[in-house]
């Protein structure tokens, strides 16, 4: 990535045109994202602004963002504040990543107000300040208290002040820049010199000519001429608004650079946000595993052992035939086997009379009876444990942010999560199944979660269609919403299950399809478990570009 000092001028050169446009709404779908939607052009556009640590940007995005039911303070601040005003302009310090906007509005009474929106997009650092004519913060969406900041405190009543950066030179008010530089490694005086500089830009300086004064030339000469592009130089992948021969030939160019920060954060920015939601499920079902697998280990463990019951059955036995034989005191005494025809040794416990000692082993006998059908029945219980959550962990890997709460809900009814204190009282939402489209037309419907899956295999297909699931893999019920379907069909739909399971990452995963009538739900079966059987498999590789393709927008 390179959203530096150099990329954030171009983007505000490039959203000018909302200058003058009206906010009309302010949506908060994350702790670090805001949307301020600005009505420009004879058209909604939407302004994203993010201080993750990770992906600090500014841009316009077409993408949806859920906006949630309670909106937190800081939103509510935003809104009171800037909803119908008008942005007057946008500034950038320098050329660092400081944005300032301007907004013009009116209060409560009908006054006139100015109000400006700081946005700081540093890293770790990064932070949206909302501030009055006087610079006065209203209120930001991180707090800085005088404990945690020695350099400057963020907090509603306080003055902003700008963070606390080393002095650099503006590269726009330089023709040159050796008299800046002395013998020290270049690279890193021109970071520590030009402000608002990567190490991709300066790269890219240094590549340009041998002589550093032509070369800073030929590079600021170079950024006049805005064209985004994206490079995947795996493992990293890289964005900048000009192309960098240092990078060679880019892998996607893109009309503005709105654009290209849509596609690039798009995608790693929803994995974050669903990540950080649900960390603590994550969390949660991988301490359940450990639990559970710990637990069938020792089952298994006194299974074995209950299988010498036979021994303790026998035993007892031989004690009472040879009753007449034994003394008190005996610690062992060798009796003839006349099931093998063969003499064996039987351990005594001095203590105890002969009869005792039969008893003993009589009574070891039914214990281990007892312990034998019950470790059985808890291993049956705990593997189909363990099958359910390796089901649930491989959704985390594709679980939509919506999808988020129906599993949380699915674990406290199945009592593996403990249920919320206060919960409000709500009906069940509607399921909504993700459509995709195959090669030829057909319509293939895939359940992203074990609520979904029952609902998809046991209510919306019919007996006739082709239903699709991972062999001995954990992953996502899949129908051919269609009799008879294509040869064409069958792989785009074994496609999609094969994606969506925890062999998503693998190659020529095994797929078993077969019709939803030869498809079963056990009684008491936990949610998303079916028997199956009369299946054929088919062996496909899963591919992204492919899945993406085929779903239906």
Known sequence: MAFDGLFTGKMLDELQFLVSGRINKITQPDTQTI???????????????????????????????????????????????????IIKGFRQKGNDRIVFI????????????????????MG???NVILTDHDDKILESMKHLTPNTNAARTIMPGFKYEEPPTATKENPYTLEHVSNLLDAAPVRRQLLNVLEGFSPLAIDELLSMDDDIDTAFQ??????????????????KEFFYFMPLETLGAPDKTFDTLSQLLDDYFNERGERERIKSRSIDLSRHITQLLHKDRKKLEKLVNELEEANSLDDAQLYGEL???NMYQLKNGMTEFEAFNYYTNENITIPLNPRKTPAENAQYYYKQYNKLKTRKVHAASQIKETEEEIAYLENLEGQLSYITYEDIEGMREELMEQGLLRKRQKQKSKGKDKIVLEKYQSSEGTEILVGKNNLQNDYLTNKVARKDYTWFHTKDIPGSHVVIMKKDPSDSDLMDAAMLAAYYSKAGQSASVPVDYTLIRHVHKPSGAKPGFVTYTDQSTIYVDPEKQTVDQMRVK
């Open 124 to 126: 770790k650092h990064s």
């Open 319 to 321: 004690i009472t035939a």
């Open 218 to 235: 030929k590079f600021m000469a170079k950024t006049e001429k805005v064209v985004p592009v994206y490079y995947n130089r795996a493992p």
């Open 35 to 85: 949307i301020l939607t600005v009505r420009a052009n004879r058209r909604n556009q939407q302004l994203l602004i993010s201080a993750h640590p990770n992906f600090a940007r500014l841009h316009l995005t077409d993408n949806k963002a859920p906006n949630p039911f309670e909106p937190p303070m800081f939103l509510r601040v935003l809104r009171k504040h800037l909803e119908g005003g």
């Open 102 to 121: 301007d907004i013009d509005n009116t209060d409560e009474i009908g006054d006139p107000v100015k109000r400006r929106l700081v946005i700081e997009l």
